[in-house]
T-cell receptor, first 113, second 116 residues
Framework: DTGVSQDPRHKITKRGQNVTFRCDPISEHNRLYWYRQTLGQGPEFLTYFQNEAQLEKSRLLSDRFSAERPKGSFSTLEIQRTEQGDSAMYLC???????????FGPGTRLTVT | AQSVAQPEDQVNVAEGNPLTVKCTYSVSGNPYLFWYVQYPNRGLQFLLKYITGDNLVKGSYGFEAEFNKSQTSFHLKKPSALVSDSALYFCAVRPPDPEYGNKLVFGAGTILRVKS
């Protein structure tokens, strides 16, 4: 069990550019979640997959955000036309279908300049 | 609306003393409750959860939490604090209503500082 991994750990981009983040969940976990965490706040839910199906999306997830989990394993989160307000830590978590606790990766810190 | 409140931005305690980090929630029905800890530049680590049953839940690293339904609270406790416990602690709730799916709703976090 190598835990949840995320890549990259840090990303600096200019406003208007597109960025993509990757999350590799714990191998036997079929549920995968994305959260966003800004300074001084707790994580906020963005979206959730069960296997390859995206079952829930937060209203925080604007049209510029898209997430995929094509084979029910790793997931990508893409932000198009980044804005300074997108600067945050993006966290990925995974869980077993029958379990309630979610296990988090180290996060990707995005800075939009 | 489902929400979690952590009323203290920071808790300071001397090493060896007991610690309490407070959490209250506002959720309809019987929620599932969690505590996570976050160290600098690292992701959240699961500490413990309450689903049902005994109101005192034991978790990792000697932490425990007490569920109080009448006060809608889920305070994190440890009998004897260590300097290494210094970190950011988050309380989270998963509403039981399927309408809310599987997402966790987090509080804003409490910084715990343990001084030697």
């Amino acid at each position: 069990d190598t835990g949840v991994s995320q890549d990259p750990r840090h990303k600096i981009t200019k406003r208007g550019q597109n960025v993509t983040f990757r999350c590799d969940p714990i191998s036997e976990h079929n549920r995968l979640y994305w959260y966003r965490q800004t300074l001084g706040q707790g994580p906020e839910f963005l979206t959730y997959f069960q296997n390859e199906a995206q079952l829930e999306k937060s209203r925080l997830l604007s049209d510029r955000f898209s997430a995929e989990r094509p084979k029910g394993s790793f997931s990508t989160l893409e932000i198009q036309r980044t804005e300074q307000g997108d600067s945050a830590m993006y966290l990925c978590a995974s869980s077993l279908a029958a379990a309630l606790e979610q296990y988090f990766g180290p996060g990707t810190r995005l800075t939009v300049t | 609306a489902q929400s979690v409140a952590q009323p203290e931005d920071q808790v300071n305690v001397a090493e060896g003393n007991p610690l309490t980090v407070k959490c209250t929630y506002s959720v309809s029905g019987n929620p599932y409750l969690f505590w996570y800890v976050q160290y600098p530049n690292r992701g959240l680590q699961f500490l413990l959860k309450y689903i049902t049953g005994d109101n005192l839940v034991k978790g990792s690293y000697g932490f425990e939490a007490e569920f109080n339904k009448s006060q809608t609270s889920f305070h994190l406790k440890k009998p004897s604090a260590l300097v290494s416990d210094s970190a950011l602690y988050f309380c989270a709730v998963r509403p039981p209503d399927p309408e809310y799916g599987n997402k966790l709703v987090f509080g804003a976090g409490t910084i715990l500082r343990v001084k030697s």
